[in-house]
């Protein structure tokens, strides 16, 4: 069975940073488009970075490009999101997801395997 995990989720301060883990099992890891969305009560679930494990290509949504960097270690099948000068705006359940494609999607609903999730809280 499928088993995707996020951990590293907490409580920090503005400008404060954070690393996010998410270790996948049960799947081949370089099949997939690794993603991290996050997700706000009343707003629809935002992707805000991915990396496509044949070609090594990143992306970021502009609202954390310089601030969060994706990467991964495929020796452990585990995906980081390291986010650094976070802000309230930042604050969110941070989801990882695997599409098994070669290429990375905007779109939630695409996604073949979720995690539960991890809270991110920043306070002001």
């Known amino acids: 069975q499928v088993q995707v995990v996020e951990s590293g989720g907490g409580s920090v301060q503005a400008g404060g940073s954070l690393r996010l883990s998410c270790t996948a099992s049960g799947l081949s890891f370089d099949d997939y488009a690794m993603h991290w969305f996050r997700q706000v009560p009343g707003k629809e679930r935002e992707g805000i970075s991915c990396?496509?494990?044949?070609?090594?290509?990143?992306y970021y949504a502009d609202a954390v490009k310089g601030r969060f960097t994706i990467s991964r270690d495929n020796a452990k099948n585990t995906l980081y999101l390291q986010m650094s000068d976070l802000k309230p705006e930042d604050t969110a359940m941070y989801y990882c997801?695997?599409?098994?494609?070669?290429?990375?999607?905007?779109?939630?609903?695409?996604?073949?395997?979720w995690g539960k999730g991890t809270l991110v809280t920043i306070s002001s």
């Open positions: 997801a695997a599409l098994r494609n070669d290429y990375c999607s905007p779109r939630y609903y695409a996604m073949d395997y």
């Open positions: 990396i496509e494990w044949q070609s090594g290509v990143t």
